[in-house]
């Protein structure tokens, strides 16, 4: 979550950021009014591949969440990076490619097919007495 605060005094966080599993985590030191797409611009010129890797074409994402890091945003802004300042632990982040980021409710192709083409007898209940239910209800 994002908070609406402003960043609090100069406080300086470790961040371990994992890229793949062919590359060693990368730990640096910044502080938590650094940027988001500053970090990732360090992440990707740490690998030394600054002509093959572009910085656009990568979102941090929280470890163990499902939380991903707004590029124009500042550390400060996410709840995450102040609880691990409050319990001093390391900020744990790892870089995946856009192409890797899941896009569970991202609309396909086959869901303006099937509105195009739905019928009556989809939305209706089978027999004037049923109740609507999960089971009898297809959409």
Same mark, same amino acid.
């Given at each position: 979550?994002i908070l609406? *605060? ?5 406080? *300086?966080?470790?961040?371990? @950021?994992?890229?793949?599993?062919d ?7 910044? =502080?938590?009014?650094s ?5 990732i611009?360090?992440? @990707?010129?740490?690998? !030394? %591949? ?8 990568? %979102?941090?994402k929280?470890? !163990?969440m ?6 124009? *945003? ?7 990076? &102040?609880?691990?300042i409050k319990?001093?632990? =390391? ?5 995946? &490619? /856009? ?7 991202? +609309?396909?192709?086959? #869901?303006? /097919? ?6 009556? #007898?989809?939305?209706l209940? +089978?027999?004037? !007495?049923?109740?609507?239910?999960? %089971?009898? @209800? *297809?959409?």
């Open positions: 979550p609406e *605060s402003g960043c609090p005094e100069s406080i *300086s966080v470790k961040l371990a @950021v994992h890229f793949s599993m590359h060693p985590v990368t730990n640096f030191t910044c =502080d938590i009014s940027r988001v797409d500053h970090v611009s360090h992440v @990707v010129c740490e690998l !030394g %591949a600054t002509t093959q890797l572009k910085s656009e074409e990568y %979102a941090p929280v470890w !163990g499902a939380e991903f890091l707004l590029p124009n *945003s500042c550390l400060c802004d996410y709840e995450y990076f &102040h609880h691990c319990l001093e632990k =390391d900020v744990l982040v790892c870089l995946l &490619h /856009i192409d890797e980021v899941p896009r569970p409710l991202l +609309r396909a192709a086959e #869901d303006d /097919i099937k509105d195009i083409e739905i019928k009556v #007898d989809d939305l209940s +089978r027999e004037p !007495g049923d109740a609507f239910t999960h %089971a009898t @209800v *297809s959409v």
